[in-house]
């Protein structure tokens, strides 16, 4: 997302005016909004502090009002001879020290943001893209206890998220940078999970604009464009999320057939949990927080979960 002056001077980046508008249409929906998760990429600080200290006053409306949760992104982490899973020189030299420092996160240990919380009837697995995920890894170990001990009459909706796109896009900087639709390592194995343990959504930034695609079960589609949807399948559906204010990322031209929606603008994801079988999945243009995108999914009929009378709505933005 990052952070902008009002008046659009004195900008280290000067590519994040948008920010203003995503803060604001959060701001303004605030009473029905119950928590914030920002999956990486925060400030874009990339080592100057003064950045952080615009961030935080940007943002301080949300956060002192809602819990504000955060993921670690390339931007708050990365960088040449750490423990950088790539290694690039994206953070500035930061490291991760100002995200760890500024935000609290329920993790075991807070030099590594991947952690599990549970509010209302969600429950959100939260992983670290900027670190090892692959089987074996002791990320992967915990991503796999925390989709595998959520009570799903508790929590009915499962949700993963991270930073880098470990499930799918079209974007144009995959095509060319990766030759894929994804960070290519591991991703197997991350599906595998999500598949065993009926994880609904799997949500993602890094690419800056908005793409949902249909409900996926080994590499394949399990609903058409006629909303048929085959409950036989544990399928989840991914969504990239990444115009938050940063320069918007183009797509490639072809639209592959599991794509059912894409929008290269500035935006974010509001999910309302309205009981154990309906999930109210909007996305909003930051611009004027209209809905332009609208889901609501559940066939897990073997899930067994709380009845509409225990489960109290929730909305979670993204």
Request: proline share 4%.
């Amino acid at each position: 997302m990052g952070k902008a002056e009002v008046d659009g001077s004195d900008e280290y980046g000067n590519y994040e005016q948008a920010s203003l508008n995503t803060t604001k249409q959060i701001i303004n929906d605030l009473e029905n909004i119950d928590m914030v998760i920002h999956i990486g990429d925060l400030s874009y600080a990339n080592g100057y502090l003064s950045q952080w200290d615009q961030f935080t006053a940007q943002i301080e409306p949300i956060a002192s009002t809602v819990p504000y949760m955060i993921g670690s992104g390339n931007h708050e982490r990365d960088w040449p001879d750490t423990i950088s899973f790539y290694g690039y020189n994206d953070s500035g030299g930061e490291c991760g020290v100002p995200a760890q420092t500024m935000f609290y996160v329920p993790a075991e240990n807070r030099g590594k943001i991947w952690y599990s919380t549970d509010y209302g009837m969600f429950r959100f697995c939260i992983a670290d893209t900027e670190e090892d995920w692959r089987p074996g890894t002791e990320q992967y170990k915990f991503i796999e206890h925390c989709l595998s001990s959520v009570d799903r009459q508790k929590q009915p909706w499962l949700i993963f998220l991270a930073h880098r796109v470990l499930g799918y896009s079209s974007a144009s900087w995959y095509e060319i940078m990766m030759g894929s639709y994804g960070e290519p390592m591991g991703r197997e194995g991350i599906q595998d999970l999500w598949q065993k343990y009926k994880v609904d959504l799997a949500v993602f930034g890094h690419i800056h604009s908005y793409e949902r695609t249909c409900p996926i079960y080994q590499n394949r589609c399990v609903q058409d464009g006629s909303n048929h949807y085959s409950g036989r399948f544990n399928a989840t559906t991914h969504v990239v999320v990444g115009g938050g204010g940063a320069s918007l990322s183009p797509f490639r031209a072809t639209v592959p057939y599991w794509s059912f929606f894409r929008d290269l603008y500035f935006g974010f994801v509001k999910l309302t949990a309205l009981n154990n079988s309906f999930l109210l999945f909007e996305y909003k243009k930051s611009r004027d927080g209209n809905v332009c995108d609208i889901t609501v999914s559940r066939d897990y009929r073997d899930v067994l979960a709380c009845s509409i009378d225990n489960c109290p709505r929730t909305t979670i933005a993204v």
